[in-house]
């Protein structure tokens, strides 16, 4: 007989990197629900209900809020893929990773790409990002919302007016925010933005929520095409150069979400019902509880590092509430540290890529893991860690520092 | 606050359509698991454990046999998006709707596509095959096995030692067919082989399993490009025009799975488990006891359906042994009866696309579904409902038969 394994047994880590983070026990407990046919009449509702969770979550009325079945990279690229038509100016402004990554998938979707760069650490000045949108007249700006790599979030609001006066379509990725940070979509004039539900949504990866308005509709609409065999008079295709991914192509899957509920990809059951579940604990709670809980986290652990004696990386006013980059200190064995934390902690803390790679640690306090008692054994573990590695610190100090900061 | 609705309390249907069916209890407990970071030791290990198990699922040495996260249909696209070059010819059998979606998958990668049809019902002859491949010369032949939708699989051995000769690459999805029917991907020349969890693998939709070999390796990694941001003078890109899709990029896809473990797009952890326990669970079973439940269930339905006096739909010698398609009889509303099997008996069994819409059910046997009990209990629902719509049926008959069919 074939090798079988272990029965699967993960060990219970405290996940304070960039994500994954723990999911929700009601997540988890979610997922084990029996399944339903995709047709079924109560998997259908099922789905409205989830648009309609989501609308909550992404501050909407846009008809079209619905789910990529992949991570969040899928949603990016369906996103994408189904905006950009080959030769289409697109700006992207970066300042991080996930930036590149906007730029990399534009160009496979055949964009004539501008980028404008910042520094890692740093984000754009409105004033900046307006002149660019005004010089270069793209039909599509795409920007991430907070860039994990780097821990910055860029303010979207002035970039959304821009955008709507010189008719430019805007595409944020909200990856590593939505849940955990104002994202207003419809007050912002974003007009599509999407997610992951492993960061401060508190679900597994696997599942991308994503929103877009009508004015990404029409866009998409013109693109529309009916897959061979569900042909029917009823529905017409569009004038508009097809899409190059059938996977993800929008007006597919909007079909698919749709009453016409025209089959396409076989909705991932277990998955959605995560989706769901972690949209009705988000909106329970009430985003500006959500909100405010991930700021008293990060007020807490930025607090309790810089007591240990260790140096925040980047622009403050600018962190993302859900994660922050620390300096590794002269000394100090970065990837030993975050080992040892794993090994004798069960905790997970993040390194980092690029221009930081070895220079910065990148803690996250994201989701369910945004609590007092994870930033606590999370500032007491890395304490007892960097002790060992012989870097002097006033014991105790980092975990006071955190508990006063929750007051 | 929002509209939060009930919480998640799905029907426990009996899904006997063409898929998703119920998953086996063990992967649904098996999802509530904790999540792990995607780099940490225990998760790596259990990413090589779901390889080693699917090589065994997959009957293959093949070192890259892997997860595409996402529903079947995107481990299909990956594997065109990712083999095919603008350009290239590609051959496609179509028998069915399945046949359709690679041929317009295929078509947005930008191949010259030849495609060759039957009936739906009827599967191709190899002699017909191995002439065409003779004839196209073909790089690569796109072919689906088990095609759910006319419920007929494609002999493959014949196939496969054709595209040998011919030099062309032999893609197929296996989606249906994985883990219910034999699959040999080495002894038949199968390059590169998609599946999904949803159908005989008794999981959920969303993760994706996909195996492929030395052959199909050499015409990806020409096409490998590595991340901005993660580039590095370790690892060198190929000469070949870049893969259209970034997500579905195999070359980068076996970066992240292999020791370089280049960071890619976050495994959906929960949907890994997943995909790892209905391995476990397929070849635990054993692969020929497998294949013969869902045989033996097969024989047991058809004796069943015919014993009511129901007429079976396509060749029945190459009927898939985990779907079976069933003329709807004459007088008889066919969605009246799926309506009323759902609300009366919770069991869902399949309605059919494009030509056959309106003339067939398909019931499916599949993975954990496919069981004596479910068998019966599909007969003697579909009886009931039958008889109270005027349909003359002997009463009993069905599920008698089916029961002596299992002996």
């Known amino acids: ?72 990279r899928a949603a990016i690229e369906a996103a994408l893929v189904s905006l950009i038509e080959p030769g289409d100016r697109v700006l992207v402004p970066v300042f991080g990773r996930f930036g590149n990554l906007i730029v990399e998938i534009a160009r496979r979707c055949g964009a004539d790409v501008r980028v404008i760069e910042v520094e890692w650490g740093k984000v754009f000045a409105d004033e900046a990002l307006q002149a660019t949108v005004s010089r270069e007249k793209p039909k599509l700006v795409a920007v991430c919302h907070g860039d994990t790599s780097t821990t910055m979030a860029q303010p979207l609001a002035a970039l959304g007016k821009a955008c709507r006066e010189h ?36 679900g597994p990866p696997g599942s991308a929520p994503l929103t877009l308005n ?12 009916i897959e061979a065999g569900l042909q029917d008079n009823k529905y017409k295709a569009g004038e508009g150069p097809i899409i190059a991914s059938n996977y993800f192509d929008l ?29 009705r604990i988000v909106l329970q709670e009430g985003l500006a509880n959500a909100f405010a809980r991930h700021a008293a986290a990060s007020r807490a652990l930025t607090a309790g590092l810089k007591a240990i004696g260790l140096e925040l990386f980047g622009d403050q006013d600018h962190k993302m509430p859900n994660i922050t980059g620390v300096h590794i200190p002269r000394g100090v064995d970065g990837e030993a540290v975050r080992r040892a934390l794993l090994a004798e902690h069960n905790i997970e803390i ?5 221009p930081l790679h070895g220079r910065i640690w990148r803690i996250g306090t994201m989701g369910y893991n945004a609590r007092e008692d994870a930033v606590l054994a999370t500032l007491d573990a890395l304490e007892a860690v960097l002790a060992a590695q012989k870097f002097k610190l006033p014991r105790r100090a980092g975990v006071d520092a955190a508990r006063s900061a929750f007051g």
Request: net charge negative.
């Open 1 to 72: 007989m074939a090798e079988l394994f272990e029965d699967l047994n993960p060990p219970q880590r405290l996940l304070m990197g960039p994500g994954p983070v723990n999911a929700h026990p009601r997540v988890l407990a979610a997922m084990s629900a029996p399944l339903l046919g995709q047709f079924d009449p109560q998997f259908r509702e099922y789905m409205k209900q989830t648009s309609a969770l989501y609308r909550g979550v992404f501050q909407t009325a846009n008809r079209w809020t619905l789910l990529v079945d992949g991570t969040a």
């Open 214 to 225: 009508e004015r990404a509709e029409r866009r998409i609409v013109r693109r529309r095409h």
């Open 350 to 354: 993040g390194t980092s890529f690029g």
């Open 251 to 279: 007006a597919m899957i909007m079909d698919y979400w749709s009453d016409k509920a025209l089959n396409h990809h076989t909705e991932a059951t277990s998955m959605l019902y995560a989706a769901r579940e972690c949209a």
């Open 167 to 202: 008719d430019a379509l805007l595409y944020v990725d909200a990856t590593a925010t939505l849940g955990g940070m104002d994202i207003q979509t419809d007050a912002w004039q974003l007009d599509v933005v999407t997610a992951g539900l492993q960061k401060c949504m508190g």
